[in-house]
């Protein structure tokens, strides 16, 4: 129990004093800073509790920053964290609108509790550690931000075409071999795979679920405890506090590979030897609009710039990154909020956004999968039912004395079961506005539907029990619409990948879960017909001096 | 015991002689590393592509191999021989004496080796001073790696400073018939020496082995260096908290065996049949087959948690372990030196030192095997084991295979060098010896029984 004529810190009185001078030396009050620090160590130790942190330095951040952001006693009680996590958020809890605060409160503190061993907190005074230690990256630090990077994948609509992958590929300028992007067919005792004979295994619904194919499609999970980050001995794997990307400084990474040793989903790519794209042909690639390869190459973060995007120079660790210059608005504003493989996925089966925006795609789909598919489907050029006629086409297509059969007859696209399903989302739809985010297409995919719906009902009335029963909507109810719309697009399983781990993935799956005897099959389309490499160590062994070819320990 | 009467000059030979034999020894040695330094030069040129290793997962390789496995069989080495020369003084087990810088200088050697390693494996060793001390205050708190290494530096300043303490003591005694040449290094090594200090290293050296008992299992081998693996979900192979014991137990049977087949070349190269005597391997002999019975016993236990009713992952990972041929050859060799030393302690006539000698070979081949097995078996049976690739194939290239000729030759070197700087058997030893030790009456080391 340390009391206040006690030295807090375990080395004792004469090193606390040199942290007090390094304290002075910040332009802000040192005694709160060191009394803060202090209280911190209290608070990890459980001899304080956060609400109390809290409590007791209120008016004083008050009177030193002029605003102090503290959540609710009840919501801090509730929140049992570990020491840094707990750490992290009381420092949030000072943050202003800009984050100043927060950043002036860590200054100030960072000295103290950097020697108390509070790796979260770290040294923020002005120097070149500066961006790393703040941004220094351990999981807790995204909890703070309301934006997480993620995906919703649907497998039952991937029909193994591998054209992410080549999209990832091109994108990122990959060696061969290095699939960031990885897409799989897997079978086990209770899905049986593709039998020799048969078709293509494709399923002529837009859903595969009537495929003998089941996929798996791999990205990086970007997970919130990620592992690779945890064992990571240089901070080079990190997570970028502003939107939950776990990326690698290819500035930092000293290529010991304890990340890829760590990661449950094996989804790491070293750079072996000399990529094959040069550095300066990053930006040439394609057709983007940027002065120098930095401006695809490197992402925005607090405190300047980082290279973590593309292709990893020699010697360092790679894997998927969610195109983070795509999140910063380097590739134009259009791509933020979307990644190379999901504006690639010609059936739609990747949802790429925020996963705690409500109104994101991949939020929508995972919480309500069978009517975003039923959205999706129903406005997707891929689709046989292409589109859905806007109100002003139906404004001047029908008239009030049409019927349903009548009305059907004007478009060449509406069929009974399309308007059946029309319906029924309009049924179930909460009309919740799709607002100006990013990458909120289902919602407005929706909207779209509604829309036509209510046009088409200021002509034909669809509420009639005749009209339900003529399409097939039972009673007319949200649960009998809900069913419905099930019948038509399946009701898949949600689940995320090795979720005992406790890695908190960001990526979320619809379909089926393979179990821990799946073993990965041969899919649809082989790696070779798209010019990918499956089996990178057979290139890897070409390389290596005085191997034994078929001889493995 | 022998008969002849061990005296200053005895443990002063190495230093002032220069035989054909040390330098044709020397000069292989040297020839080894070089090689190595060659070879490692090719690979910072090409890349750690010139090796066997590859990414597990849709790559179908191994992310680790016998780089890291090396590496911490070394460690091994390393750990267990400042355990033994702590065991020494801190147990009062006067019979190894003699041996005890021997082991102390294992340590230093091992460690090097280790170091080495470390930056061998590494892609970028270019980074490892900004990106890792760098970020040390942050990563120290959650990278077993970084574990690791602090654990290294310290050990490393440790036994360096336990065996420069100790060193004070003889260089001062036998200045006057070392060889001017190192002047300079003597006068550096005993600055500041006066006679009275002899009681306070004696009580230093003796806390430092202390804490270097203490801290074995908790921190050393049998804590941080198994838990860069151990604590990994991702690896059913690595998992457990069997595999604390097991290092420490492979860490000391590595180290004894490399103190005998080091205390054996001193002996026949210096004929030292009345300092490292028969007795002393005898004692390290049984002492070896104490901790062969207990690896193996850790290994039964690990291997039938997998296999009677694993967990699915375990459950492979323990049957692809054991069906593995090599796995076999390495644990048959170590139960034979088992069998061995069992019996030459129930019938002393079937001891011979060559034997000794044969039985430290076996064991070391073993653990090595064992080492760089365990360290690859991860990425062979991993917890999320859907890709068509896994496992996949590894075979070390020419130059990790090299890599293992480089650092023997590095603590071979470091041997010859050291022997001819500093003597490599305590005058306190040949002191005791000769029974003028003031401790030698309470000699309490305990027998050990077959
Ligand atoms: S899947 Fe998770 S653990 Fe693996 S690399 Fe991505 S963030 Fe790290
Ligand atoms: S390879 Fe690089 S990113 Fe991965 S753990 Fe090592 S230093 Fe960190």
């Known amino acids: 129990m340390s009391t206040d004529d006690e030295s807090f810190h375990p080395l004792g009185d004469e090193w606390e004093d040199e942290l007090e001078t390094m304290l002075d030396d910040t332009e802000y009050d040192s005694d709160l800073g060191m009394e803060m620090a202090q209280d911190a160590m209290r608070v990890t130790k459980g001899e304080l509790s956060e609400a109390e942190f809290h409590e007791k330095h209120h008016e004083a951040v008050m009177e030193e920053f002029g605003e102090d952001e503290r959540p609710t006693k009840e919501a801090y009680e509730a929140a049992q964290e570990e020491a840094k996590g707990t750490a992290s958020r009381m420092l949030d809890a000072f943050d202003g609108d800009g984050g100043e605060t927060r950043r002036e409160t860590m200054k100030k503190m960072g000295v103290g509790a950097a020697a108390v061993g509070m790796g979260a907190f770290s040294s923020t005074r002005d120097g070149p550690m500066e961006s790393l230690s703040a941004e220094g990256g351990h999981s807790e630090t995204t909890e703070h931000s309301d934006t997480q990077w993620g995906m919703t994948i649907d497998l039952e609509r991937c029909d193994g075409c591998l054209t992410c992958m080549t999209a990832c590929t091109q994108e990122n300028d990959l060696d061969a071999g290095v699939n960031w992007m990885y897409v799989m067919a897997w079978e086990d005792e209770l899905h049986e795979g593709h039998e020799e004979g048969t078709d293509t295994g494709v399923y002529s619904s837009d859903f595969n679920m009537g495929s003998d194919f089941n996929m798996l499609v791999r990205p990086c999970q970007h997970c919130t405890d990620a592992p690779c980050e945890k064992v990571c001995p240089t901070t080079a794997r990190h997570t970028r506090d502003k939107d939950g990307l776990v990326l690698t400084d290819y500035d930092v990474c000293i290529g010991c590979r304890y990340c890829q040793v760590a990661c449950p989903y094996g989804v790491n790519y070293f750079q072996w030897d000399e990529p094959h794209t040069d550095y300066e042909d990053i930006p040439k690639a394609k057709d983007r609009d940027v002065d120098s390869p930095d401006e695809i190459t490197h992402a925005q973060y607090e405190h300047g710039e980082r290279w973590v995007d593309s292709r990893a120079p020699r010697g360092v660790m790679s894997k998927c990154t969610m195109c983070p210059s795509m999140q910063d608005g380097q590739q134009g504003d259009e791509k933020v909020g979307t990644s190379a493989c999901e504006t690639a996925c010609p059936p739609n089966a990747i949802q790429f956004g925020n996963v705690k925006d409500e109104k994101s795609d991949p939020y929508q789909h995972r919480e309500h999968p069978s009517k975003s598919r039923a959205v999706i489907r129903l406005s997707s050029e891929h689709t046989d039912s292409s589109g859905i006629p806007s109100p002003e086409t139906i404004d001047g297509t029908l008239s009030s004395d049409d019927d349903i059969e009548s009305a059907l007859e004007k478009f060449e696209n509406l069929d009974k079961e399309t308007l059946s399903i029309m319906k029924a989302v309009e049924l179930v739809s909460d009309r919740t506005e799709p607002g100006d985010e990013e990458n909120n297409s289902i919602l407005r995919k929706e909207q779209e539907v509604v829309a036509a719906v209510d046009a088409f009902e200021q002509y034909v009335d669809l509420e009639t029990d005749a009209a339900i029963t003529q399409l097939q909507l039972g009673d007319g109810s949200e649960r009998q619409a809900r069913f419905r719309i099930q019948q038509y697009t399946g009701k898949p399983n949600s689940f995320k990948l090795l979720e005992d781990v406790g890695t908190n993935p960001n990526v979320t799956y619809l379909g089926e879960q393979p179990g821990p005897e799946a073993e990965q099959v041969e899919g649809p389309t082989k790696y070779e017909d798209v010019g990918l490499v499956d089996k990178r160590q057979d290139l890897l062994d070409e390389e290596t001096v005085g191997g034994i070819d078929g001889v493995s320990l | ?450």
């Open chain 2, 1 to 450: 015991m022998s008969t002849k009467e061990p005296s200053e000059a005895d443990i002063l030979r190495p230093i002032n002689t220069l035989t054909k034999k040390y330098f044709l020894v020397y000069g292989i040695a040297a020839i080894g590393l070089l090689a190595f330094i060659v070879a490692w030069g090719y690979q910072l040129q090409k890349g750690l592509v010139v090796t066997g290793l590859g990414d597990w997962g849709s790559g179908g390789g191994s992310t680790w191999g016998l780089y890291i496995g090396a590496f911490i069989w070394w460690v091994g080495v390393a750990h267990g021989g400042i355990i033994l020369s702590a065991a020494v003084r801190l147990l009062g087990m006067d019979r190894y004496m003699p041996i005890a810088r021997l082991a102390e200088m294992t340590t230093i050697g091992g460690l090097s080796a280790a170091g080495f390693y470390i930056i061998v494996h590494m892609g970028r060793p270019d980074r490892m001073v900004t990106s890792i001390i760098g970020h040390y205050h942050i990563t120290v708190n959650n990278s077993p790696l970084v574990w690791d290494v602090t654990v290294i530096t310290a050990y490393f300043v440790l036994s360096a400073t336990y065996l420069g303490l100790t060193l004070r003591y003889d260089v001062n005694r036998l200045r006057d018939d070392l060889p001017d040449m190192f002047e300079p290094i003597y006068k550096i090594m005993t600055i500041g020496y006066t006679k009275r200090e002899d009681e306070v290293i004696q009580r230093m050296v003796w806390w430092l082995a202390a804490a270097v008992i203490i801290m074995a299992p908790l921190l050393l081998h049998g804590g941080v260096i198994p838990w860069l693996f151990a604590l990994l979900p991702a690896m059913p192979a690595w998992t457990g908290a069997i595999q604390g014991p097991m290092f420490l137990s492979i860490a000391l049977m590595s180290a004894i065996s490399g103190v005998i087949i080091i205390s054996y070349g001193f002996r026949r190269a210096y004929d030292w049949d009345h300092i490292i005597t028969d007795d002393i391997f005898r004692g390290l002999l049984l002492w070896l087959g104490f901790f062969t019975l207990l690896f193996l016993w850790f290994q039964l236990q690990a291997v039938f948690n997998g296999i009677f009713l694993g967990p699915l992952d375990k459950a492979h990972a323990a049957e692809a372990k054991i069906a593995h041929p090599l796995y076999r050859i390495a644990i048959g060799l170590i139960f034979a030196s088992l069998v061995y030393i069992f019996a030459q302690g129930i019938r002393p006539a079937l001891f011979s030192k060559k034997r000794a000698l044969v039985v430290s070979c076996a064991v070391l081949m073993g653990t090595l095997t064992e080492k760089v097995l365990f360290v690859v078996e991860g990425f062979m049976d991993p917890h999320f084991n859907i890709y068509a690739n896994t496992p996949g194939s590894y075979f070390p290239s020419a130059i990790e295979w090299l890599s293992l000729v480089g650092t023997t030759a590095l603590v071979v070197l470091l041997f010859l060098n050291l022997s001819k700087l500093v003597p490599v058997v305590e005058l306190h030893a040949i002191e005791h010896l000769r029974g003028e030790h003031e401790h030698s009456e309470e000699a309490t080391e305990p027998e050990v029984e077959a």
